[in-house]
Antibody
């Protein structure tokens, strides 16, 4: 049974970097695609980005200048870093496994078929 | 970004009822539409992808339909465990965007 577990500090100071890790059990990260999604009271669910099996990444343009995603196959973990945080980055952060099906015009159908329970990160001094 | 408008934002129903939740995209998304269920303290759960494909293990009382800009999630014969919040998501183009959610209450 595949499980995802987010971990990291629950409190981050403004202007600092938020760092989260997603530990995967029951599957190897190099065999799947992984994403980060966050949920805040103000903005609802927001897609942050995806990391591919190749290590390639896609980020939400609204966060792109501050986001870095990476994977560590030796630990079977992938991570999220978000720099220069403000109170607007306070949210529950979810990691998820992405899957795809063939679609028309080389545009696959993507969906997140497995999610972690999420971790609340509060940005405050 | 593609805007996804979900309605209603909340819905009251009873066990055994049939309910419908709607998502409308700001442009055609050609069935690139997913539905998720969220209950407090639990991981969000994929219900339907590609607008109408039921995820493995999801009860058949859940169904999805739609095309172009308009999509629907239908739950027939509501069960107690179905009272939750439901979200749609478009995956036609990045950044993927979500509806604001529908809270289904008893």
């Amino acid at each position: 049974q595949v499980q995802l577990q987010e971990s990291g500090p629950g409190l981050v100071k403004p202007s600092e970097t938020l760092s989260l890790t997603c530990t995967v059990s029951g599957a190897t990260i190099s065999s799947h695609y992984w994403s980060w999604i966050r949920q805040s009271a103000g903005k609802g669910l927001e897609w942050i980005g995806r990391i591919y099996t190749s290590g390639k990444t896609n980020y939400n343009p609204s966060l792109k200048s501050r986001v870095t995603m990476s994977g560590d196959t030796s630990k079977n973990q992938f991570s999220l870093e978000l720099s220069s945080v403000t109170a607007a980055d306070t949210a529950v952060y979810y990691c998820a496994r992405d899957s795809r099906r063939s679609g028309p015009y080389y545009n696959p159908y993507w969906y997140s078929d497995l999610w972690g329970r999420g971790t609340l990160v509060t940005v405050s001094s | 970004d593609i805007q996804v408008t979900q309605s209603p934002s909340s819905l009251s129903a009873s066990v055994g009822d049939r309910v419908t939740i709607t998502c409308r995209a700001s442009q055609s998304i050609s069935s690139y539409l997913n539905w998720y269920q969220q209950t407090p303290g639990k991981a969000p759960k994929l219900l339907i992808y590609i607008a109408s494909t039921l995820e493995s293990g999801v009860p058949s009382r859940f169904s999805g339909s739609g095309s172009a800009t308009d999509y629907t999630l239908t739950i027939t014969s509501l069960q107690p465990e179905d009272f939750a919040t439901y979200f749609c998501q478009q995956s036609y183009t990045m950044p993927y965007t979500f509806g604001q959610g529908t809270q289904l209450e008893i």
